[in-house]
């Protein structure tokens, strides 16, 4: 039987400092939300990269800081530049 797609941007996780962070999908499946990426661009795609916005928020200095606190960590890191210079300012 023929199926339809749809692509829909992403789910807006946080904003904060006008720097918006989205989730990322398991294989794009908007029903299988990653635990631990994140994307800085309502777009990303799981596939992608860090040069695509993407970024696994246990890589992030700040999750060292705040382990198990997903937005405090993200909204240190959007702080700190940290996020700004990993995923080299794509937002």
Same mark, same amino acid.
Request: glycine share 8%.
């Given at each position: 039987? =023929? /199926? !339809? +797609?749809?692509?829909?941007?992403? &789910? ?5 400092? $006008?720097?918006?962070? /989205?989730?990322? /999908? #398991? %294989?794009? $499946? +908007? %029903?299988? *939300? *990653?635990?631990?990426? /994140?994307?800085?661009? =309502? #777009?990303?795609? $799981?596939?992608?990269?860090? !040069?695509?916005?993407?970024? $696994?928020? *246990?890589?992030? #200095?700040?999750?060292?800081?705040? =382990?198990? %606190? +997903? @937005?405090? @960590? +993200? *909204?240190?890191?959007? &702080? ?12």
């Amino acid at each position: 039987m =023929p /199926y !339809e +797609i749809t692509w829909v941007d992403a &789910e807006l996780f946080l904003e904060h400092n $006008d720097m918006c962070i /989205y989730h990322i /999908y #398991k %294989d794009d $499946d +908007i %029903d299988n *939300r *990653r635990e631990y990426h /994140y994307c800085t661009n =309502p #777009k990303g795609r $799981d596939s992608e990269g860090v !040069e695509w916005g993407v970024f $696994d928020v *246990r890589d992030l #200095k700040a999750w060292t800081d705040n =382990p198990g %606190d +997903i @937005a405090g @960590a +993200i *909204r240190a890191a959007i &702080e700190s530049s940290e996020l700004s210079l990993l995923t080299g300012g794509n937002y």
